[in-house]
């Protein structure tokens, strides 16, 4: 009896020294690996800043551009009075001063007025409230009277010109005329020759 116990207890203590042997010995990195793995946090920490360093930055832009756009449009109302005194001839003296240097202020900010008379109709620019008609002195549709001034502010339209538009004269307004004469002379014609048939 004591010699198969005798002989048990010596394999059960080697094998479990044997397989607990190389769970105890964990491999650690070596110091190349470690400076690689340091280099790639370090180039990602690096990535996250400069990405939310741009939105920061774009985020600033867009919220100034917001504001000048807003200061620019509540000055509209004061240029178009502006306007307004130049086209009666009032503006003159110290007021002619002051409006100089406030449209010289808005051109810093790149505000530009549009819609002028002589100007080619653009949807995306002007507003036409009213058709003044045919004209043979324009090649496409034309501004022929300017309501309200527009603005802009580089690409981006703050307030649409209102205006009334001219049209070219149709090339088929002009031979209509004659067919139409000469259609009314056809039933002219034929009824004197009835006539004459019936004398």
């Given at each position: 009896m004591t010699e198969p116990g005798t002989d048990s207890v010596p394999e059960q203590?080697?094998?479990?020294?044997?397989?607990?042997?190389?769970?105890?010995?964990?491999?650690?990195?070596?110091?190349?690996?470690?400076?690689?793995?340091?280099?790639?946090?370090?180039?990602?920490?690096?990535?996250?800043?400069?990405?939310?360093?741009?939105?920061?930055?774009?985020?600033?832009e867009l919220v100034r551009a917001q504001g000048e756009a807003a200061v620019l449009q509540s000055l509209l109302t004061v240029l178009d009075d502006i306007g307004r005194a130049a086209e009666h001839g009032e503006l003159a003296g110290g007021f002619k001063a002051v409006a100089d240097s406030l449209q010289a202020a808005v051109a810093k900010h790149k505000l530009e007025a549009f819609g002028a008379?002589?100007?080619?109709?653009?949807?995306?620019?002007?507003?036409?409230?009213?058709?003044?008609?045919?004209?043979?002195?324009?090649?496409?549709?034309t501004i022929d009277t300017v309501m309200r001034t527009g603005y802009r502010i580089g690409d981006r339209v703050i307030r649409p010109a209102t205006v009334g538009v001219v049209d070219p004269a149709s090339e088929a307004a002009a031979p209509s005329a004659p067919a139409e004469d000469a259609s009314a002379e056809a039933p002219a014609g034929e009824s004197a020759t009835d006539a004459d048939d019936n004398q």
């Open positions: 203590e080697s094998t479990p020294a044997e397989e607990a042997q190389p769970a105890e010995t964990p491999t650690e990195p070596t110091p190349e690996q470690q400076l690689a793995e340091r280099t790639l946090d370090l180039q990602r920490l690096q990535a996250e800043y400069v990405n939310y360093k741009r939105r920061v930055d774009r985020d600033r008379k002589g100007e080619a109709f653009d949807p995306a620019l002007h507003e036409a409230v009213f058709h003044a008609g045919e004209s043979t002195e324009v090649d496409t549709t």
